[in-house]
């Protein structure tokens, strides 16, 4: 009989449950992963989408970068019978643009899921740059933003916009917190925070990307006790990047920028399981980021 309760007890453990003497309590894990897809019509017909579902299952998918309208993409991208789907698409054709996947079976039947797609006050609001789920569960709240920021290369205007857009942003993370709600933050940042984070630092300093107005507002990120969730867990790592320029075949060379990040609550880093960059996965110049955490 013991034999069998341990069985039972190590069953219970594997499947994400802690069992003790008086009480059996159910953990969560939610597998979040970020990509700049870079198109996401075109990585669905490569089948690299599909892949990257198919291999890793995730339970919520932020992407940047769709370059397109819902009217314009398949039943794949709009009806799939795994998941709900949320995007955020550009007024201007084949531009910019968010999207949230939520996988029907992570959710239970008492949550909510409410979409998003605007950080106060910011600018460039007809380019679908951000997507945004609250979803609450059991009274927490937790909200799950997929964000393409600016390159800010166009012109002065541009460049100003990409500051004032990452100061509200900023903002916004630190309003939500404020309210108690748990709030995670993936996407292109579009900027290497320091020189171990792109593959030639010395070439591109004072650069858009390297730029120390950037690279401060970074500072800024951390100094209100956010979290680079990657960084964190890899402190002294180089040679990881997440975008390399596919002109020069920079990737084949691993000269790369890292510029796709989770950003967390220093709090929450105790709940975060794993956090890698898939940089196997291939149908764009960004690759993934995947993050494992406790909810």
């Not at 069992?19 to 490569?46: D, P, S």
């Not at 007809?126 to 937790?142: F, K, N, P, Q």
């Not at 990047?241 to 989770?262: H, K, L, Q």
Request: hydrophobic share 35%; aromatic share 12%; with cysteine.
């Amino acid at each position: 009989m013991e034999c069998l309760y341990s069985v039972h007890a190590l069953l219970l453990y594997l499947r994400g449950v802690y069992y003790n003497q008086y009480t059996i309590f159910y953990k969560t894990m939610m597998k979040i992963i970020t990509w700049n897809v870079n198109g996401i019509r075109a990585v669905e017909r490569k089948k690299e989408l599909q892949k990257l579902i198919d291999v890793y299952a995730p339970d919520v998918l932020c992407v940047q970068e769709i370059k397109g309208k819902v009217e314009q993409f398949s039943t794949y991208l709009t009806e799939n019978d795994a998941y709900e789907q949320h995007y955020h698409s550009a007024e201007k054709p084949g531009y910019a643009g968010t999207g949230m996947w939520i996988r029907r079976d992570f959710l239970h039947d008492d949550d909510t899921v409410v979409f998003h797609t605007h950080v106060p006050h910011a600018p460039n609001a007809d380019e679908g740059r951000v997507s945004h789920i609250t979803l609450t569960r059991d009274g927490a709240v937790y909200d799950i933003l997929s964000i393409y920021f600016p390159n800010g290369g166009k012109s002065e205007k541009a460049w100003d916009e990409k500051l004032e857009f990452f100061d509200c942003v900023l903002a916004y993370m630190n309003d939500l917190r404020a309210k108690g709600h748990t709030v995670i933050v993936g996407g292109d940042m579009n900027v290497a925070h320091t020189e171990s984070d792109l593959a030639r630092p010395k070439e591109n300093d004072g650069k858009i990307g390297f730029h120390p107005r950037e690279r401060a507002w970074m500072d800024r990120v951390l100094e209100n006790d956010w979290v680079d969730v990657w960084r964190h867990n890899n402190p002294h790592v180089t040679d990881v990047y997440s975008w390399w320029d596919m002109i020069t075949r920079a990737r084949e060379r691993n000269v790369g920028w890292r510029i796709d990040y989770f950003f967390a609550d220093t709090a929450f880093v105790t709940q975060i399981d794993e956090v890698r960059y898939l940089d196997e996965q291939m149908g764009s110049d960004h690759c993934p980021l995947l993050m494992c955490c406790d909810v």
